[in-house]
T-cell receptor
């Protein structure tokens, strides 16, 4: 998966609990993305970052927060998990604005009971 | 309603048959990409098309971008079990840094 790792691989939460998903890359790419994938919905962009210290909202940002304090790490936080956030979460990286290739991590499967 | 509509949602064929997957939109895209995703893994980029009417071939896979850059198709010739997977199209509307994905087409090639 092109130097993109995601932690954890699986997690089960109870409604109202919080957690943080970590995306780490070793390719020195500028852009990082968080998507969620639900059956029949493809991938939907939650938040993204165009460089260290920057973040921006995507298509479905509500209920999530992100941080990019270091270039190699992009964190996705759920402050108060809801069953609607049960999904598979993918992180992706892209070298820069000129590049058109996003490299995806292996995903994190999250279940909220 | 998704910005990019893929059809069919599911396709089951026998080894050796041909198949076509469609990706349609009412919006114009500066470029369109096709990904393949295997169970338990992230999507992997197959191709990017950027010019209206463009046709790209990748072995037995043929990708076409519509003249108006609103739609695309993926054609697989003589499908093999290794072609099984989820095929996703994704469009970039403004030559920027964000992709919009279609809902995916799940392809099963039986030996």
């Amino acid at each position: 998966n092109a130097g993109v790792t995601q932690t954890p691989k699986f997690r089960v939460l109870k409604t109202g609990q919080s957690m943080t998903l970590l995306c780490a890359q070793d390719m020195n790419h500028e852009y990082m993305y968080w998507y969620r994938q639900d059956p029949g919905m493809g991938l939907r962009l939650i938040h993204y970052s165009v460089g260290e210290g920057t973040t921006a909202k995507g298509e479905v940002p509500d209920g999530y927060n992100v941080s990019r304090l270091k270039k190699q790490n992009f964190l996705l936080g759920l402050e108060s998990a809801a069953p609607s956030q049960t999904s598979v979460y993918f992180c992706a990286i892209m070298r820069d604005r000129v590049s058109d290739t996003q490299y995806f991590g292996p995903g994190t499967r999250l279940t909220v009971l | 309603t998704q910005l990019l509509e893929q059809s069919p949602q599911f396709l089951s064929i026998q080894e050796g048959e041909n198949l076509t997957v469609y990706c349609n939109s009412s919006s114009v895209f500066s470029s369109l990409q096709w990904y393949r995703q295997e169970p338990g893994e992230g999507p992997v980029l197959l191709v990017t098309v950027v010019t209206g009417g463009e046709v790209k071939k990748l072995k037995r896979l043929t990708f076409q971008f519509g003249d108006a850059r609103k739609d695309s198709s993926l054609h697989i010739t003589a499908a093999q079990p290794g072609d099984t997977g989820l095929y996703l199209c994704a469009g970039d509307k403004a030559a920027g840094n964000k992709l919009t994905f279609g809902g995916g087409t799940r392809v099963l090639v039986k030996p």
